[in-house]
């Protein structure tokens, strides 16, 4: 087995041995060139990428064809744009019956689910139940609830110039979408935004993450069973079938993953004029104020970095911010809460899941390494490559220019930062990107205002971490380099969905003003109409502007 890199690039399309590239695996040293048999992926040489994904090489070097290539997409895209103009998708009928096989799905193949979970990042069988299950069954049950309502056009109002008239905003599906998931949450990041493509009336091709391998075949497999296969389609695959399905033209493409990549999507994307919603991440900041519970505050904190997946989440606390006098009391409570969920020794627990691979463990651990951070370690530290599991590590100002406070971190390491006064934190997160989620803890009314209109962030939380992505009124997306587009509850449908403006009128209320030729009491009379001037609408209206 090897890790192998799956940037999204435009591969070459022959093999030839004097070509290669050196793949560092977790188990050892391979060389590739251009294409060759990989457990029906294909990888093309020369590609440095922090997305790696497990492959068996051929033990024949011969010159093969990719399992799924551009032709291939091709044939699948109008196999999808037939079933959407058949016009069988935008029925409420169909839309219902694929999302109650989704929750019949996620229910009946429950254990499965946790078990795929487990093999790709050793989730723990409640977290995975929470963070993956529970939030694809929510998603689902609000979406059957709520379809007829979103569905029905919504009235909107008329002006005087369309008198008489009337109004409406149709909601109908854009076409044929493409949703490329991540491996995080690879089960309900996968789905959500596939519940809301259906909601909305969508033909759907779901690309899953190769970097969750039992998670995405389970995905293949189950929505070929309890799916429409004429409408929705998972293709699985590395970089070739990315690729290839990137080259085709889309009605819309859903991304989940990191900024590097979304910027090659997008460039895809544009080729086609195609929308697209890019979910991507971020350094999330937690500033904590002197006034909070400690205890309450710090059980969030730890539960919004360590609980949630290991800290490998794009809403996580990445760093938190705190002023000098109270950072060693922050620090001895965080500790207490560590100790008291994951044991006195971390390593040992059974409640977290491990890093995903060992690219992304050996990331970090240059991160954690790197020269003037490894001295600033005040809790934690532990690896163990052979398990890929780091322990909650705490450090205490670290250099801003290092490279944990300029990456977005992913993984269980927490540095934080000291200020004078807390009111300088707000400068601090403002001179990075602007992150996907932000909080505060603190029980000032002031300082929650100011921090909410001054501090730039996809969404935001006051006194908890990670829960705001659960409330469905409330969208989820980001803002620059955290993303663009939202989703979740009524704004998965909208999101794809086009909003149509429909006027209506009648042939009666004709008026001779609207057409030439402009003498100069009808241009007076449409000004008067126009005016928004009650007294001169009247006086147009019953004609008291004469040539």
């Not at 193949?109 to 963070?131: G, V």
């Not at 935004?193 to 993450?209: D, E, F, M, T």
């Not at 997306?477 to 999101?495: C, L, P, T, W």
Request: hydrophobic share 40%.
């Amino acid at each position: 087995m090897a890790f192998v890199s799956a940037g999204l690039f435009k591969h070459p399309t022959r093999c030839f041995r004097s070509t290669s590239f050196i793949g560092v695996g977790l188990l050892g040293t391979s060389t590739y060139c251009h294409y060759y048999k990989i457990n029906r992926v294909s990888f093309p040489n020369s590609i440095t990428s922090s997305y790696y994904c497990c492959a068996t090489l051929s033990s024949t070097m011969e010159e093969v064809k990719p399992a799924f290539d551009a032709d291939e997409a091709t044939v699948l895209v109008n196999r999808l744009r037939k079933t959407f103009n058949s016009g069988k998708t935008k029925s409420y009928e169909w839309r219902i019956s694929q999302l109650e096989s989704i929750s019949k799905m996620v229910d009946e193949k429950e254990k499965e689910i946790i078990k795929a979970l487990h093999e790709d990042l050793s989730k723990p069988e409640l977290e995975a139940y929470l963070s993956e299950i529970l939030m694809v069954k929510t998603s689902c049950m609000l979406a059957l609830k709520e379809l007829k309502q979103w569905m029905m056009p919504k009235k909107a109002e008329t002006s005087l110039a369309t008198y008489p008239s009337s109004a409406e905003i149709v909601s109908e599906p854009l076409g044929v979408v493409l949703v490329i998931s991540t491996w995080n949450f690879p089960f309900s990041l996968s789905l959500d935004p596939v519940i809301g493509a259906i909601a909305a009336g969508n033909a759907v091709v779901l690309k899953p993450s190769e970097i969750a391998p039992a998670t995405s075949s389970l995905l293949s497999r189950l929505i070929g069973e309890y799916m429409d296969q004429s409408a929705v389609i998972v293709v699985e695959g590395a970089v070739a079938e990315t690729s290839a399905l990137l080259e085709q033209k889309w009605d819309k493409i859903f991304f989940t993953g990191g900024a590097r990549v979304g910027r090659i999507v997008m460039a895809a994307a544009a080729k086609n004029l195609t929308p697209v919603i890019l979910e991507l991440g971020g350094k999330c900041p937690a500033i904590v104020d002197s006034n909070v519970n400690l205890q309450i505050a710090s059980r969030r904190i730890v539960a919004g970095k360590w609980v949630c997946n290991n800290g490998q989440a794009c809403i996580g606390v990445d760093y938190i911010i705190t002023t000098k006098e109270f950072a060693p009391k922050l620090i001895e409570a965080l500790v207490s809460v560590v100790e008291e969920i994951f044991g006195k020794d971390p390593m040992e627990s059974k409640e977290r899941s491990r890093i995903i691979n060992s690219f992304h463990f050996s990331r970090l651990i240059k991160l954690l390494d790197e020269d003037k951070v490894s001295e600033k370690i005040v809790f934690g530290g532990q690896r163990d490559g052979s398990q890929l599991q780091i322990a909650p590590t705490i450090l205490l100002d670290v250099p801003e220019d290092s490279l944990i406070m300029q990456e977005e971190i992913f993984g269980p390491l927490l540095p934080i930062m000291t200020v004078e006064r807390l009111e300088d934190s707000f400068a601090m997160i403002n001179r990075k990107s602007k992150p996907l989620a932000a909080y505060l803890f603190s029980d000032d009314e002031q300082m929650k205002r100011e921090f909410v209109q001054n501090v730039y962030a996809g969404g935001m939380a006051i006194n908890d971490t990670i829960l705001q992505v659960t409330v469905p009124t409330l969208p989820f997306g980001g803002v620059g380099e955290s993303g663009m587009g939202s989703y979740h509850g009524k704004f998965s449908f909208d999101a794809f969905s086009h909003k149509k403006a429909v006027l209506y009128r009648s042939f009666a209320g004709e008026s001779p003003t609207r057409y030439p030729p402009y003498t100069p009491g009808k241009q007076k009379q449409i000004k008067a109409l126009l005016s928004g001037n009650i007294f001169k609408i009247i006086l147009a209206l019953l004609g008291w502007f004469k040539d």
